[in-house]
């Protein structure tokens, strides 16, 4: 029998007929003479988009269903004319179950059909009202300037009326024992924390200057240490009001005053922080200190108007207040609202990089001063709706840029290991000092992607796009789409690329560990250890690499088919990669040098300094890296002084006068050898100091002093040591170090006056 799961699901069976019936009504409303409203309508697009979300997943899994019995029928074969009984009753059975699958796919695919249709209808509509909203006219500021004029009463009336019905003013002297509670509980916390931020203030204030990030502590502490009786007093306010005000179900205008008066310390804050901070913080922005002290005033007057703003919308809200009086109060208002933004705004061209957008500055004036005209000529909601698109995407412009910056910021402190616990993890993970953290790079690109990707859809929510486009959006980053043969998974990806800089930094950790501790309780020797790290590190990445791949749906025999189709090209085109790389493998494999070791290739002699998988970096004794390829190595002659240990021989030639006692620059010899700490004396297997006596030379006795050292790249500065010793033994001992000399011998002619001289 087939297994259960091959069944249709009941519950979705349901569901779809549930759905069926609900997309009935959704269009009946949608083509009724009476439009729905704004809100209903983003309802209904809500409730279509989960439909047709359920919708995709029914096609998804039925055609799951199908190919697993499409396998099923390959394995039973084809039919054969004399087939048994019981594989002929299971092939009907998988034939009936494969065609109610397709029946409910194929019901799906309407529905997915249907919820487009009504989802398009609805957005149709949206738009429509949304365009006849932004448009409508209301009065002007003339009409509501006449309106005040002819009925100088009414407005002080609704305002008496206001304050002696929603002000408030009552819960404060019910509860002044608790108010006063509060303000003794303020003030003596506001001095504890003045304390302790100083005392830190003054330890950290030496290493201001390092980090942007520890530069902005130090700015958020000195200022909020100025502000912090009036932060905690208004912060204590805010937040009983806010509880009472739950608790009686109701926000008289008192408590509203008390959260607005906190949000207003809390910007005025803010923007001391960011323009202006208190010493011993230094500025953030780069500004000059005249232009950084303008436009924080002029930035704090803003932040007044949103506070005045704040309250006057407020009372509208608690009281019913004549619409002549409301209107003109948000004439006056968005009128200095706008003019302040746009002088703001353009003191921003000091700002580096904003100083040559002039076009988009004059743009962004030009839109503001067109939504205060068209305020005060009536279209109150088109100006409304410019002037929060204008601020809300300055304001996540400027969001999205800090938050960059503190992230790229941390990053950098943790590549240079700033502070003492980033030096511990450092350490934990195996990163030498100056190295890069590993999956540093991935780590910061993929925060990148992820925060301007929310700056995008936080763009298009503030600039009116609907609540079913932004599911639209969210299903396409879960789900994918596809372009062409290749399905996309952004949220994939983005795991794959974060699951990547993790496995680095677990290679990099497990790198360490068999540096520093596993290997060292094997008996391996250096070499085989440093081939076994790296080769560790190689297989680290690599596997890495693939499981990314696996997360982010890459399917691991196309990449082989890939890779197949490409070896043809590598077989050509990049031999000598190739080449270089089998090299590599062979050297961490053979070993035949090792980092440290003292080895001469061609005409290059040097320390290796790292062996890698295509090239060997060589640092010569002038401190220059050489990059030799692998493939060198492997097929020419290596001299390695320190193959197998560092001990070598030392050879110092020297000529004595004839007449010398050659037993005596024997014993010279010999003496500076054994008296030198770094030649080996007496060890078991190594030969003594021992001098030979060469040959008799043109001018002189040649000798040769040879010794064994136990560190042969100390082999240049023990020589210089014998030289200048011998120099000074054979001065005291009297013995002579010829120069060569020859015998030149003039020969004379007939008819020359000269003699032969010798």
């Known amino acids: 029998m087939l297994p259960l799961q091959a069944a249709l699901d009941a519950e979705l069976v349901k569901q779809i007929k549930t759905f069926d019936a609900e997309l009935d009504g959704y269009e009946k409303v949608l083509t009724k003479s009476r439009k729905p409203s704004l809100e209903d309508l983003k309802v209904l697009q809500l409730a279509v988009a989960e439909t047709k979300a359920v919708a995709n997943d029914c096609i998804a899994s039925n055609q799951k269903s199908i190919d697993n019995l499409e396998k099923?029928?390959?394995?039973?074969?084809?039919?054969?004319?004399?087939?048994?009984?019981?594989?002929?009753?299971?092939?009907?059975?998988?034939?009936?179950?494969?065609?109610?699958?397709?029946?409910?796919?194929?019901?799906?695919?309407?529905?997915?059909?249907?919820?487009?249709?009504?989802?398009?209808?609805?957005?149709?509509?949206?738009?429509?009202?949304?365009?006849?909203?932004?448009?409508?006219?209301?009065?002007?500021?003339?009409?509501?300037?006449?309106?005040?004029?002819?009925?100088?009463?009414?407005?002080?009336?609704?305002?008496?009326?206001?304050?002696?019905?929603?002000?408030?003013?009552?819960?404060?002297y019910q509860h002044r024992y608790l108010i006063s509670l509060l303000i003794l509980l303020s003030v003596v916390s506001a001095l504890v924390l003045r304390t302790l931020s100083a005392i830190f203030i003054k330890r950290h204030e030496a290493r201001l200057h390092r980090s942007f990030a520890r530069r902005l502590l130090i700015a958020v502490l000195s200022c909020s240490r100025h502000y912090m009786l009036t932060l905690l007093l208004t912060g204590s306010f805010a937040g009983f009001f806010l509880y009472l005000g739950l608790t009686i179900n109701s926000f008289p205008f008192v408590s509203l005053i008390s959260i607005g008066l906190f949000l207003y310390v809390l910007l005025t804050l803010i923007l001391r922080i960011i323009l202006s901070p208190i010493k011993p913080a230094t500025a953030l922005t780069g500004l000059q200190k005249d232009v950084a002290e303008t436009l924080m005033r002029r930035l704090r007057l803003l932040a007044k108007l949103l506070f005045v703003g704040f309250l006057i919308f407020s009372a509208t809200r608690l009281h019913s207040f004549p619409d002549f009086v409301t209107g003109l109060l948000r004439n006056i208002y968005l009128t200095l609202l706008v003019l302040n933004l746009c002088w703001a705004f353009w003191l921003l061209s000091y700002i580096r990089g904003l100083a040559n957008k002039h076009l988009l500055r004059t743009v962004i004036v030009f839109v503001l001063i067109a939504s205060l005209l068209a305020d005060w000529t009536g279209y109150n909601n088109l100006a409304s709706f410019i002037l929060i698109g204008i601020t809300g995407s300055i304001t996540a412009w400027i969001l999205t840029h800090l938050i960059i910056k503190l992230w790229t910021d941390f990053f950098d402190s943790f590549d240079d290991g700033e502070f003492g616990w980033q030096q511990f993890l450092r350490r934990k993970i195996g990163v030498q000092p100056g190295e890069y953290l590993p999956g540093s790079f991935w780590f910061r690109f993929t925060f990148n992607i992820v925060v301007w990707s929310l700056f995008g859809l936080a763009m298009l929510k503030i600039w009116g796009l609907s609540d079913a486009r932004l599911l639209t959006i969210q299903s396409l980053i879960i789900e994918g789409f596809s372009i062409g043969p290749v399905h996309v998974v952004p949220s994939k990806l983005i795991f794959a690329l974060l699951l990547f800089a993790l496995l680095l930094s677990l290679v990099g950790w497990v790198k360490r560990r068999l540096h520093k501790s596993w290997l060292n309780r094997s008996r391996m020797d250096r070499g085989s250890k440093e081939s076994m790290v790296t080769l560790t590190g190689y297989v680290g990445i690599i596997a890495a690499f693939l499981i990314a791949l696996s997360i982010a749906g890459v399917e691991l025999s196309n990449l082989a088919l890939i890779a197949g189709a490409l070896s043809v090209g590598i077989g050509f085109g990049l031999q000598n990669v190739v080449n270089n790389f089998v090299s590599g493998v062979v050297l961490l494999f053979e070993r035949p040098i090792k980092t440290g070791d003292w080895i001469i290739v061609g005409g290059t002699q040097g320390y290796v300094k790292r062996i890698q998988l295509r090239s060997t970096v060589m640092e010569t004794f002038d401190r220059a890296d050489v990059i030799v390829p692998n493939s060198e190595i492997i097929a020419s002659q290596v001299t390695n002084w320190m193959h197998n240990d560092s001990m070598g021989r030392v050879k110092v030639p020297i000529g004595v006068a004839y007449g010398s006692d050659p037993r005596q620059v024997e014993k010279i010899l010999l003496d500076i050898a054994n008296n030198h700490p770094k030649v080996i004396k007496n060890s078991p297997g190594i030969d003594k100091p021992w001098v030979i006596f060469r040959e008799f030379g043109d001018s002189a006795m040649l000798f040769e002093l040879r010794c064994f050292i136990r560190e042969i790249d100390s082999r240049m500065g023990v020589i210089s040591d014998f030289n200048y010793a011998l120099v000074d033994a054979l001065k005291q001992a009297n013995i002579e170090i010829p120069y060569p000399q020859t015998d030149l011998h003039l020969k004379s002619h007939p008819g020359s006056s000269l003699n032969p001289v010798r």
């Open 72 to 172: 099923d029928f390959e394995l039973l074969g084809e039919k054969a004319s004399h087939e048994d009984k019981l594989v002929t009753t299971e092939r009907r059975s998988m034939d009936k179950i494969r065609a109610q699958h397709e029946a409910q796919q194929a019901s799906c695919r309407v529905l997915v059909l249907r919820t487009t249709k009504v989802s398009e209808e609805a957005l149709k509509q949206q738009q429509a009202l949304v365009a006849s909203q932004l448009l409508t006219r209301n009065e002007s500021l003339l009409d509501h300037l006449q309106d005040n004029i002819m009925n100088p009463g009414k407005g002080f009336d609704a305002l008496t009326d206001f304050v002696m019905s929603s002000s408030g003013i009552d819960l404060i």
